[in-house]
């Protein structure tokens, strides 16, 4: 039964583990009633441990055209796995392909290489696929004096419970997969300043402008010292303008008579 629950490609014999990995799905469509029905059309093509700060991490690649499948009973899915595998943190993501860039020279595809297998968007969906059903709300590149490169990741606040436990499980198998140093956060969601007054998610700006105010010219003041921090607190401030239906400190801000548009443009 678990030999139908792993398919390699070019009839390339699976790894002990991902046998074992292929054991535990099957067991779980033997058992479980509530995810039975999608389980029986999944099916993984490669799984994987990584080192987490001296724990493993699991890593399961599934097809890509299973991916909306998976997606429906990923929560479930992955904390049903983390049960079998002694709270070892389970990860699941979409086997894609990068395809390279043609020369003119070179050229022997018919058609055009399709942008979903770049390496930068293929990168990007690895994001997406890590922190599911996580949003990612913003994204941030932080260049070092040394020329090394950070990507900060931040993710939506109201799933912090959620994944906070997981962060570093995710930049670990990130960097294991591309290469690239990430840093998974959340943003800012309370701020208190000197005067005790304290801005929280759903306040209005009336109430919590005065606090907000204050501690973005703090910020301010303390960033043009620092061309990074300056940087940074400007896509803070530019990150949470959209956002219409909480009010953030961005919002406080740009309400605010004594911090105009040219303090973060």
């Given amino acids: 039964m678990a030999a139908s629950k792993i398919q390699k490609e070019n009839g390339v014999d699976p790894t ?59 929560s479930r899915l992955v904390r049903e796995l983390e049960k079998k595998f002694s709270g070892r943190h389970v990860v699941l993501i979409a086997q894609r392909r990068i395809q390279r860039k043609e020369t003119k020279a ?22 997406e696929d890590l922190v599911y059903p996580t ?27 959620n994944v906070e436990y997981k962060l570093e499980t995710f930049g670990t198998v990130y960097k ?7 840093a998974f956060e959340f943003p800012v969601t309370t701020i208190e300043c000197a005067r005790g007054a304290t801005w929280q998610p759903g306040a209005g700006c009336e109430q919590s402008r005065a606090a907000a105010a204050l501690v973005g010219r703090q910020q301010l003041q303390r960033a043009r010292s620092n061309d990074n ?37």
């Avoid at 294991?176 to 140093?181: I, N, S």
């Avoid at 400007?234 to 956002?243: K, N, Q």
């Fill in 176 to 182: 294991q997969l591309t290469g690239k140093d990430v």
């Fill in 229 to 265: 921090e300056l940087r940074e607190l400007r896509w803070l401030v530019t990150a949470h303008r959209s956002d219409t239906a909480t009010p953030t400190v961005g919002r406080c801000l740009e309400q605010d008579s004594e911090m105009t548009a040219a303090d973060y443009s």
């Fill in 135 to 161: 949003e990612i709300v913003g994204k941030h590149t932080r260049y070092k004096t040394d020329g090394a490169k950070l990507l900060k990741i931040y993710l939506n606040p109201k799933e912090a419970a």
């Fill in 106 to 127: 070179g050229r022997t595809l018919a058609q055009k290489r399709p942008r979903s297998r770049t390496l930068t968007a293929v990168h990007d969906a690895i994001l």
């Fill in 16 to 74: 002990p583990f991902e046998i074992e990995v292929a054991q535990a799905l099957s067991d779980l469509e033997a058992n479980s009633a509530d995810l039975k029905a999608e389980l029986r059309e999944l099916f993984i093509v490669a799984a994987k441990e990584v080192d987490v700060q001296g724990r493993k991490a699991v890593v399961i690649f599934v097809p890509f055209r299973l991916l909306k499948l998976t997606h429906k009973i990923q």
